[in-house]
């Protein structure tokens, strides 16, 4: 299974009538089991372009290929669950066919047994976000999309949420694209990280992380960390040059 | 407790008014009683009563469907609002006098047309509110639905109706009580049984009693059926709301 994505441009019109360039050019290729992490400033245009890349939005120059029927999961930067069904309904919703193992094995991972049958409006924000988890991937999804999943949240929740999806995420193979502004989620999960620009966004530098995910201690990461860094500092550099 | 008070003290200025005023003009309340009892006992007020009813019910239930099918269509899609928008804001500012004389001169003084003429009345108050309410709808759960790519019918159930139950209760409520103000007219100008036929029976002979029997009587099932049927209805549709100051 492959995504190929290719959007040359892409602006927004706003309420004033000023028309604003979001994205100019953002070109790639994922197959199953890599894990793109797309690491830019904050509003530089990244959530436009999931928006895109799932189908929510046609309005853009270039295209974008998916492959027929693939089913996606998405977390959403705001856990956007249903405020009127309890947390196991809003898994189910989504994912109509989980058998009871599953959900049971899925929810136990995430902590989330003791919430079952609580209201998302009962649940922290830290909690809501992990029901939002356990919905993207109770549907075994083939594309797996995560806009910002540990914003806002204290650095041990993040650290504590990154760990599961590190495991969860190399539990399945599938396309996984995770938006970050925060340098250690690209570390700890990428396989790929793409630097983005600002506004308008696109593609600086494609960095393949090659020590494998379960092999990454604190060396390794600071070692990644670094030349992340020094790429990104040398991406800027060029582009105010040129 | 306070209810009760209330309550008694209306009738205890009822009663007061009743010792002063004419008799036939304002009769006391054990005469009023008397006549209610009577009209019970022979069949004739719950014939009246049921067939009002019967109508309120046919009525609402078209007025709801097809005034919520109309709102939700119009909060959707653009068109289907500037078509229908001149209709509504005629519908909405016609007396509901107009609608139950023409109802009665077009199909005659039929049973449709008593009913067509109330729901009528009532539709443009439910498109309205149901307009509002898909307007508000929240288009981030709409892309969530999408993108998890849940049927039509699971979202309408499940992120959609949840989303338009408050209007639903809103509508439902002012809308029954339009429905209650139009029906006696409706039943007044060309219906031969209901409380509203049985109130123009009663003017004609001003038989005060009788009018006030009626009037009372069906006062009364109004406010069971508010308090029995709408509110837990609202309560329900409002559950998993933080509760509002």
């Given amino acids: 299974m492959q995504l190929d994505v290719d959007i040359t441009g892409k602006t927004f019109q706003n309420a004033a009538g000023e028309r604003h360039e979001v994205l100019t050019g953002l070109k790639f290729s994922l197959q199953s089991g890599q894990v793109a992490v797309f690491f830019g400033p904050s509003g530089c245009g990244k959530s436009t372009m999931l928006r895109i890349l799932l189908g929510l939005d046609h309005d853009f120059q270039g295209h974008v290929t998916r492959p027929a029927k693939a089913r996606a999961g998405m977390v959403f930067q705001e856990p956007r669950l249903l405020p009127w069904r309890s947390v196991e309904e809003n898994v189910r919703l989504a994912a109509p ?7 049971s094995a899925l929810f136990k991972l995430l902590e989330l047994d003791a919430h079952r049958s609580h209201y998302p409006g009962e649940l922290s924000l830290g909690l809501a976000r992990r029901v939002a988890l356990a919905r993207a991937f109770a ?6 999309v995560l806009d910002e999943p540990l914003a806002s949240l204290d650095d041990a929740l993040a650290n504590r949420l990154r760990e599961e999806i590190a495991m969860l995420v190399s539990s399945r193979t599938m396309i996984t694209l995770l938006v970050t502004h925060n340098l250690d989620d690209a570390v700890r999960l990428a396989d790929r990280v793409f630097l983005l620009s600002a506004r308008p966004a696109r593609i600086l530098a494609d960095l393949p992380v090659r020590t494998p995910r379960h092999a990454r201690g604190d060396a390794e990461i600071a070692a990644i960390k670094a030349s992340i860094l020094r790429r990104a500092s040398i991406a800027v550099a060029d582009r105010s040059v040129s | 407790m306070l209810r009760l008070l209330s309550f008694v003290s209306f009738l205890a200025i009822w009663w007061v008014a009743a010792a002063y005023a004419d008799g036939t003009k304002l009769p006391s309340p054990p005469a009023v009683l008397d006549v209610l009892l009577a009209e019970a006992r022979s069949g004739e007020l ?3 009563l049921g067939a009002t009813l019967a109508r309120v019910a046919l009525a609402f239930a078209l007025a709801m469907t097809l005034g919520g099918a109309i709102g939700y269509l119009m909060g959707r899609v653009r068109l289907a609002n500037r078509l229908g928008d001149p209709w509504l804001i005629l519908l909405l500012n016609l007396p509901a006098l107009v609608v139950i004389v023409l ?4 199909a005659g003084l039929t049973e449709v047309a008593a009913i067509a003429a109330i729901a009528i009345n009532k539709l443009p108050t439910a498109v309205v509110t149901l307009r509002e309410g898909t307007r508000a709808l929240d288009r981030s759960l709409d892309e969530m639905a999408t993108v998890f790519a849940m ?4 979202t309408f159930r499940h992120v959609i109706l949840p989303q338009l139950a408050p209007y639903v209760a809103a509508a439902a409520r002012s809308g029954l009580s339009l429905v209650w103000k139009i029906v006696l007219v409706a039943e007044l100008l060309g219906r031969p049984n209901g409380v509203g036929f049985e109130i123009g029976v009663a003017f004609q002979l001003f038989d005060t009693p009788l009018l006030l029997a009626y009037s009372l009587t069906f006062a009364a099932v109004v406010l069971i059926i508010e308090t029995l049927l709408v509110q837990p209805f609202e309560a329900r549709a409002s559950r998993w709301r933080p509760r509002a100051a």
């Fill in chain 2, 151 to 154: 049927s039509r019918w699971r």
């Fill in chain 1, 97 to 103: 066919d989980i058998d009871e193992t599953k959900l």
């Fill in chain 2, 103 to 106: 109802a009665y001169i077009w």
């Fill in chain 1, 139 to 144: 549907v075994e999804p083939d594309i797996l």
């Fill in chain 2, 46 to 48: 719950f014939l009246h």
